[in-house]
């Protein structure tokens, strides 16, 4: 079964606070996903990559930077974080193709006070 | 933005009961379905795919797909305790990488 690990499981930080959630896989997929869960709203797609240095704007982009840094490797980057950030947040990944299924990990609940 | 409906929002049945769940796409050029299952504290994992019209069985699961209609729907028979989760619809148009998931139906099976 494909293997996608996440840290940190949970992070509380500030208003205008800085925070990185990091995200590897393990089975040599192609793509990469960032998304948000909130209660009333599903999965969300913030960015997602094909590749080491490509990155894709998703539906919800805003707030949020990206960066993979490896075909293993895929950072969602706050800047300036936002009470409105607060969520659960996965990752995921799939091979190539249009029948792929993704694989999700473990999620990064965060909390920005 | 194609947006990808789901209904009923939450649903009860009995154990051993059947559960139908639905879905149906906004986006005319969505060609790809999926139905993923999140238990409680867990992460979504996939179920079933369908990519064809018609049904397609596995096991106590079956869903359909009506690509005329954008609908694809997923019953479950003789519904357990263990399937009470969160169910999430996915849809994917041949024209994009993106795969959008609806907003869920919330499955309660009563012992």
């Known amino acids: 079964e494909a293997a996608v690990t996440q840290s940190p499981r949970n992070k509380v930080t500030v208003t205008g606070g800085n925070v990185t959630l990091s995200c590897r896989q393990t089975n040599s997929h192609n793509y990469m996903y960032w998304y948000r869960q909130d209660t009333g709203h599903g999965l969300r797609l913030i960015h997602y990559?094909?590749?080491?240095?490509?990155?894709q704007i998703g539906d919800v982009p805003d707030g949020y930077k990206a960066t993979r840094t490896t075909q293993e490797d895929f950072f969602l980057l706050l800047e300036l974080a936002s009470p409105s950030q607060t969520s659960l947040y996965f990752c995921?990944?799939?091979?190539?193709?249009?029948?792929?299924?993704?694989?999700f990990g473990p999620g990064t609940r965060l909390t920005v006070l | 933005q194609q947006k990808v409906q789901q209904s009923p929002e939450s649903l009860i049945v009995p154990e051993g009961g059947m559960a139908s769940l639905n879905c149906t796409s906004s986006d005319r050029n969505v060609d790809y379905f999926w139905w993923y299952r999140q238990h409680s504290g867990k992460s979504p994992k996939m179920l079933m795919s369908i990519f064809s019209n018609g049904e397609k069985e596995e096991g106590r699961f079956t869903v359909h797909l009506n690509k005329a209609s954008l609908h694809t729907s997923l019953h479950i028979r003789d519904s357990q305790p263990s399937d009470s989760a969160l169910y999430l619809c996915?849809?994917?148009?041949?024209?994009?990488?993106?795969?959008?998931f609806g907003t869920g139906t919330r499955l309660q099976v009563l012992p």
């Open positions: 995921a990944s799939s091979v190539q193709g249009n029948y792929a299924e993704q694989f």
């Open positions: 996915a849809a994917r148009g041949s024209n994009t990488n993106k795969v959008v």
């Open positions: 990559s094909y590749g080491a240095g490509n990155l």
